[in-house]
T-cell receptor, first 112, second 112 residues
Framework: GESVGLHLPTLSVQEGDNSIINCAYS??????FIWYKQESGKGPQFIID???NMDKRQGQRVTVLLNKTVKHLSLQIAATQPGDSAVYFC???????????WGAGTKLIIKP | NAGVTQTPKFQVLKTGQSMTLQCAQD?????MYWYRQDPGMGLRLIYY???????DKGEVPNGYNVSRLNKREFSLRLESAAPSQTSVYFC???????????FGPGTRLLVL
């Protein structure tokens, strides 16, 4: 069936470096994608979203890139901080009923 | 303004016992959702409610029932708990016409 998946289950980066978290999706009809951050013991928290008619969107220290040709999106975090340690999920909405399909998650570890 | 609240935070059940997980929101959102999250996995939708008085099955509804009591409250019931239902359960809300969902802190359920 349709699925959203992540390339790397764990990513370790040095504090201050940039982080890039990748996500592949398989439903070419999906027109909306969201990145969520989940800290230990908490519920997911919205970070940034992007629609399929865009290929890049920037937020505060975060950028999401969408490549529809290869069905791939990425989350870039600039100047990674200890507070960025979390599991990051990408999710897609393949149709208009707003049901999210979630990927498995990537754990981001910050090295001091 | 508490956002999305869930009770209890943690529960241990024996196989065959029943219980109801409670979710309440003060965000005046129409849509509410119940997800489960297994270790190292993304979230899977159990049931959702697009508006007061309506409920629909998600990806993994078997073994669960829901009630949209009013606009604020959406409960999830396990009639006869099974060890396979050991998981973290998240309630979420969403504004009609918006894909962004807001999550509660989760209920950790252990079924022995």
């Amino acid at each position: 069936g349709e699925s959203v998946g992540l390339h790397l289950p764990t990513l370790s980066v040095q504090e201050g470096d940039n982080s890039i978290i990748n996500c592949a999706y398989s439903n070419s009809a999906s027109d909306y994608f969201i990145w969520y951050k989940q800290e230990s013991g908490k519920g997911p928290q919205f970070i940034i979203d992007i629609r399929s008619n865009m290929d890049k969107r920037q937020g505060q220290r975060v950028t999401v890139l969408l490549n529809k040709t290869v069905k791939h999106l990425s989350l870039q975090i600039a100047a990674t901080q200890p507070g960025d340690s979390a599991v990051y999920f990408c999710a897609e909405i393949p149709d208009s009923n707003y049901q999210l399909i979630w990927g498995a998650g990537t754990k981001l570890i910050i090295k001091p | 303004n508490a956002g999305v609240t869930q009770t209890p935070k943690f529960q241990v059940l024996k196989t065959g016992q029943s219980m109801t997980l409670q979710c309440a929101q003060d965000m005046n959102h129409n849509s509410m959702y119940w997800y489960r999250q297994d270790p190292g996995m993304g979230l899977r939708l159990i049931y959702y409610s697009a508006s007061e008085g309506t409920t629909d099955k998600g990806e993994v509804p078997n073994g669960y029932n829901v009630s949209r009591l009013n606009k604020r409250e959406f409960s999830l019931r396990l009639e006869s708990a099974a060890p396979s239902q050991t998981s973290v359960y998240f309630c979420a809300t969403g504004l009609e016409g918006s894909e962004t969902q807001y999550f509660g802190p989760g209920t950790r359920l252990l079924v022995l």
